[in-house]
């Protein structure tokens, strides 16, 4: 039967099959246009499914799981549109959103409950903007379906992404990531709210070779460490997407590894949902994506072939390129591809559509009225959650006296200094904030009047520029990522139609006797780039240009803000200062005219983020010296640790701790606030200041939460999510994954800087009265364990009471102890509280490689602390 005349008997026989009840639910527009049975909401989903199967073509279903498709107009299927909710929503970025701190900062509240309800929040948000937000480009409203969160274990601090990931440890990852999965995709009987994707499965934990590295893992260390958060994602969150790594693992691309996919994700965890790859990762398991300068794999010949092995591989159901539309139906015509293989990949896609209820009518949802100012309504969270992912590392007296938490009643003046005291470091994947507020004025705001602020604004190298980072970019290519637009004439104004065009990541290029694109002459051409950013927050940019060889126009908005006329002989740069609202687009055009006999050409743009100059003219000293009490704001940011680039350098920029240096001599009533994607390694800062607060990226609330901390409104009482090593030569390689040669705090065999769990309070708290429900244990039984906690000083603080297991028998790759169980509680100043534990046996179990399999020892030690190198109560167990 061919496929035209089975459309005229489904239509039919759907006309003959709606009840009048159930047409009256469905859309008056989907009624009246499409009378079939897909868009029957009463029918099962797989009963749809079979429907809307049944009537389209291979090339249809190719742009339903395929990203920036036209979907299938002549049934009203709209395409499905990806997004990213991070650490909050940030797609698309021209909405404004609440802005929370970044992932690793939620890890270190070490409170699942509250990131269940940063969830919540986040989702409700997704759904206002899904039924209430203006109209995008696209012809969406906004996402449903979301890219997120990112699970890769952090294992090495070198790895540019710790920001988005949830720690070293799997049990507290999987804690926190599933309750965030569970908030986003909500509890209602018959919708998801949204559908989560956990990201990037699995090992993907270098930017420096993400797209062709081998990640060497065992399958013991498989089971053991970076498998678990994800199989609770899928297992008690019901995650519905899952996205897979650019890497290979032990010499398999992610995106062909039936035996990780297949086998394991859906085999053994039950995953109902649908996979993707990343982004562009199919095309990399040729030689790359070579328009973009990115080598791959270099497995098969061209994209046709990689298309096929995926498909074969029974991997992928989704394509955030343009493969499953393109070169997938090549591959089904040359019948390299059997068309049971994309029915699998769309039935997939469509069912958690079909969940989301993208094809019902709106009506039916129970978010339909979540007005679009939803959208920037959770500030007392985000406050909250940034309060509680304040980890104090350090609190030493200064003269006999605690310097933490600062008096204003005894400050007439305090000095606010550094890189970060004015500058709001969201990290990746941010959302755009409405009235974020930077430390220096959660300082001001707290002092008023009764304290003078001295500001003194960091002086950075003004000729540094940074390229606009892709999440930045709002104008995408078709695979969905940020891009600019080149177009290239052959001449030198830029005039006429362009003979060539293509796109470009960044404006970064050197070019030596030959040309941009090929067609041109080398002597005399001229090139166009455009692209539209939003910004990361509002205040006075620097734009600026790097240029050889050519006469260069920048343009915002269409309106210019620079001109260069360059040399033919020397690198010349030039800088403009633009005031960008955060709230806004705008369009950059950059134009480049080749000038004649030049042998070379180099041309780079960036920017630099606003540094605001007011309120004290002076040097760092020169303020430390005056001021009673000084707060410096150092640390990292996008610019050095983000996704693609790595961190190059442990510890500190060394200009921070040249003045560092200069600021603790002159007044050692220094606290130092950190602000970090990961760990500091610092040993010199750890001997020198006295007061050191890791706030991490704290979110547009950073600056409140930082000043309520400082001042004791706020007792810190978030926990470290990772080890801070002394040194990056206390590490194994970086590419290697094997954690028995020392990763973590299982497997350390240094002393750390500060080790996993630790975080300081300004109040006393003790532990005692540790029992276990019982001392020998059946295999299949539960371990029952109660510890009482006491606040034993003068303030109400936070304690987060951490069990561990160290294993007392013998076998392979044996940890030093093992986090198995967490609260977070708060307890009144002179206030007890017991708490209980249940921990099932089997938790305890580990990867027997002989085996293949689970197996137990028989004798394990129980131990309570509040940090991993603060064990105060241990007692024995055995296992029957």
């Known amino acids: 039967m061919t496929a035209r005349r089975w459309n005229h008997i489904g239509k039919a026989i759907s006309l003959c099959i709606f009840s009048p009840m159930a047409l009256a639910a469905m859309s008056g527009e989907a009624i009246a246009r499409y009378p079939i049975p897909f868009y029957d909401h009463s029918l099962s989903i797989e ?366 003046s305090v000095a606010v200094i550094g890189p970060n005291a004015d500058v709001l470091n969201y990290g990746t994947y941010s959302g755009t904030a409405t009235e974020p507020v930077t430390a220096l004025q959660g300082i001001r705001d707290y002092l008023g009047e009764d304290v003078e602020v001295l500001y003194v604004p960091w002086s950075q190298n003004t000729q540094t520029l940074s390229s606009i980072p892709m999440d930045n970019i709002i104008q995408l290519d078709e695979q969905g990522l940020g891009i600019w637009q080149a177009s290239y004439h052959d001449n030198r104004f830029a005039i006429g139609e362009p003979v060539a065009e293509s796109t470009v990541v960044d404006i970064d290029f050197h070019w030596r006797r030959n040309t941009p694109d ?13 692209t539209t950013i939003v910004p990361p927050q509002s205040g006075t940019y620097t734009l600026g240009v790097d240029n050889l060889g050519a006469d260069v126009s920048l343009l915002v908005n269409g309106g210019p803000v620079l001109r260069d006329h360059g040399s033919r002989t020397e690198l010349r740069s030039s800088r403009t200062e633009v005031y960008l609202d955060a709230t806004k687009s705008y369009e950059i055009s950059l134009v480049a005219m080749r000038r004649d006999n030049t042998r070379e050409h180099t041309l780079r743009f960036g920017w630099q983020l606003p540094q605001h100059a007011d309120q004290y003219e002076g040097s760092e000293v020169a303020a430390a010296k005056q001021a009673d009490a000084v707060i410096a704001l150092m640390g990292l940011s996008v610019h050095y640790e983000r996704e693609s680039i790595d961190r190059s350098f442990e510890g500190l920029p060394a200009e921070q701790t040249e003045m560092l240096q200069g600021v603790l001599k002159a007044n050692p009533n220094t606290v130092v606030v950190l602000q970090s994607g990961s760990s500091i390694e610092s040993p010199w800062l750890k001997d020198n200041a006295p007061a050191i607060l890791q706030s991490w990226y704290p979110g547009e609330q950073g600056g409140n939460a930082i000043a309520r901390t400082l001042f004791g409104d706020n007792n810190p009482g978030g926990k470290l999510p990772l080890t801070y090593v002394r040194s990056w030569d206390d590490l194994p390689p970086f590419g290697d994954y094997d954690l028995s040669k020392g990763r973590t705090y299982m497997y350390l065999d240094k002393t750390p800087l500060w080790a996993f769990g630790h975080g300081l309070s300004y109040t006393q708290f003790d532990f005692d009265n540790l029992k276990l429900g019982k001392s020998i244990v059946s295999a299949d039984g539960t371990i029952e364990l109660s510890v009482r906690v006491s606040n034993s000083g003068d303030l109400d603080g936070d304690e987060v009471v951490q069990v561990y297991v160290a294993d007392r028998f013998e076998r392979s790759e044996r940890p030093k102890q093992r986090l198995k169980a967490f609260e977070r509680i708060s307890l009144a100043a002179g206030a007890s509280k017991t708490l209980r534990f249940a921990i099932d046996v089997q938790d305890l179990a580990y990867w027997d490689e002989e085996a293949e399999g689970w197996a137990l020892g028989d004798r394990y030690e129980i131990r309570v602390g509040n940090a991993s190198d603060k064990i105060l109560l241990t007692d024995t167990l055995e296992i029957d």
Do not use: C
């Open 47 to 412: 009963e749809r499914l079979d429907d809307i199967s049944a009537r389209l073509s291979p090339a249809e279903k190719g742009q339903m799981i395929s990203m920036n498709s036209r979907g299938v107009p002549r049934l009203g299927l709209k395409s499905l549109e990806p997004g990213v909710a991070q650490h909050g929503l940030s797609t698309p970025r021209s909405n404004a959103t609440t802005v929370f701190p970044t992932s690793i900062a939620w890890a270190a509240t070490w409170e699942p409950r509250l990131i269940r309800q940063a969830g919540d929040a986040v989702s409700d948000e997704i759904r206002a903007q899904y039924h209430n937000g203006p109209m995008q480009r696209s012809g969406h409203r906004g996402p449903l379906l979301m890219y997120s969160p990112t699970i890769n274990m952090a294992r090495d601090p070198r790895w540019g992404r710790t920001q988005e990931a949830y720690g070293e440890d799997p049990v507290l990852a999987g804690e926190i990531v599933t309750a965030y999965v569970q908030g986003l995709q909500g509890e209602h009987p018959t919708y998801l709210k949204s559908a989560t994707g956990p990201k990037h499965f699995v090992a993907n934990n270098e930017e420096h070779n993400r797209f062709h590295g081998d990640a060497v893992i065992s399958e013991k260390q498989l089971r053991e460490y970076y498998f678990p958060a994800y199989k609770q994602a899928v297992e008690e969150g019901n995650a519905k997407i899952v996205m897979t790594a650019y890497n290979a693992l032990n010499g398999e691309p992610a995106v062909t590894n039936t035996w990780l996919v297949r086998d394991v994700l859906r085999g053994e965890w039950g995953f109902d949902g649908f996979v993707i790859g990343d982004y562009g990762s199919v095309r990399m398991l040729t030689h790359g994506w070579q328009e973009r300068g990115f080598s791959g794999h270099g497995i098969y010949p061209d994209d046709v072939a990689s298309t096929a092995a995926v498909m074969n591989a029974d991997t992928l159901d989704y394509d955030n390129t343009r493969l499953f539309r393109s070169e997938l139906m090549t591959a089904i015509e040359q019948e390299q591809v059997a068309q049971d293989k994309l029915d699998r990949a769309f039935r997939n896609v469509m069912r958690v559509a079909l969940q989301l209820g993208i094809y019902d009518p709106e009506t039916l949802s129970p978010w339909k009225d979540l007005p679009f100012e939803t959208l920037t309504s959770f500030k007392p969270l985000a406050l909250e959650l940034a309060e509680k992912s304040m980890v104090l590392l350090q609190n030493e007296p200064v003269e006999e006296a605690l310097l933490l938490p600062l008096d204003k009643s005894k400050l007439k």
């Open 518 to 530: 090929p067609v041109l002459d080398s002597l005399r051409y001229s090139v166009t780039y455009r």
